[in-house]
T-cell receptor, first 114, second 116 residues
Framework: GEDVEQSLFLSVREGDSSVINCTYT??????LYWYKQEPGAGLQLLTY?????DMKQDQRLTVLLNKKDKHLSLRIADTQTGDSAIYFC??????????????FGKGTKLSVKP | ETGVTQTPRHLVMGMTNKKSLKCEQH?????MYWYKQSAKKPLELMFV???????ENNSVPSRFSPECPNSSHLFLHLHTLQPEDSALYLC???????????????FGPGTRLLVL
């Protein structure tokens, strides 16, 4: 079945790098996404990666994709207190009745300590 | 981000009440979604509307009744809810459904619902 797994919590110190990991099950997924949810807000798209890529960098964000292991990670360089939020990994279903829908993980709560 | 708005932001209701959640998107999108976000659970897709027609209904109890009068507005009518229905209800939109290859969904801030 379709499932996206993430660890629930991550705590880092300000200025350090944060690495949030995710595993997914649909090997045919074409796009994988990272969303950020700040307290009291909806989900905001941070970045996405196409399945034929291994890495994508966007300013402080680096996404790594290991398609063989179905493992996705989000690295945030120089983490700031404003990065404290819940980060959701999502895969896009390619085939079947749910084609095009997104399957989300439970989210990783990132806490940044000053 | 004001592309997708939701009202009310917070709602407390009794199990016998009837209430409605409203979502409005200002992005010119053709598809709209309702999600339920409960603590420590993945986001659950409830309904999808494309061009005002319901295209997906993921085994949601009939006490939740969606309505899409036009491509900019989406409602979720609630009646005789249970305490376990307490959650954050998120609305989202995308240009089309199924979403195009590089498309994504844009989310509203959600309505925090508490059922007593």
């Amino acid at each position: 079945g379709e499932d996206v797994e993430q660890s629930l919590f991550l705590s880092v110190r300000e200025g350090d790098s944060s690495v949030i990991n995710c595993t997914y099950t649909d090997s045919s997924s074409t796009y994988l996404y990272w969303y950020k949810q700040e307290p009291g807000a909806g989900l905001q798209l941070l970045t996405y990666i196409f399945s034929n890529m291994d890495m994508k960098q966007d300013q402080r964000l680096t996404v790594l994709l290991n398609k063989k292991d179905k493992h996705l990670s989000l690295r945030i360089a120089d983490t700031q207190t404003g990065d404290s939020a819940i980060y959701f990994c999502a895969e896009r279903i390619r085939y079947g009745g749910s084609q095009g829908n997104l399957i989300f993980g439970k989210g990783t709560k990132l806490s940044v300590k000053p | 981000e004001t592309g997708v708005t939701q009202t009310p932001r917070h709602l407390v209701m009794g199990m016998t009440n009837k209430k409605s959640l409203k979502c409005e998107q200002h992005l010119g999108h053709n598809a709209m979604y309702w999600y339920k976000q409960s603590a420590k659970k993945p986001l659950e897709l409830m309904f999808v509307y494309s061009l005002e027609e319901r295209v997906e209904n993921n085994s949601v109890p009939s006490r939740f009744s969606p309505e899409c009068p036009n491509s900019s507005h989406l409602f979720l009518h609630l009646h005789t809810l249970q305490p376990e229905d307490s959650a954050l209800y998120l609305c989202a939109s995308s240009q089309d459904w199924p979403a195009g290859r590089q498309e994504t969904q844009y989310f509203g801030p959600g309505t925090r619902l508490l059922v007593l």
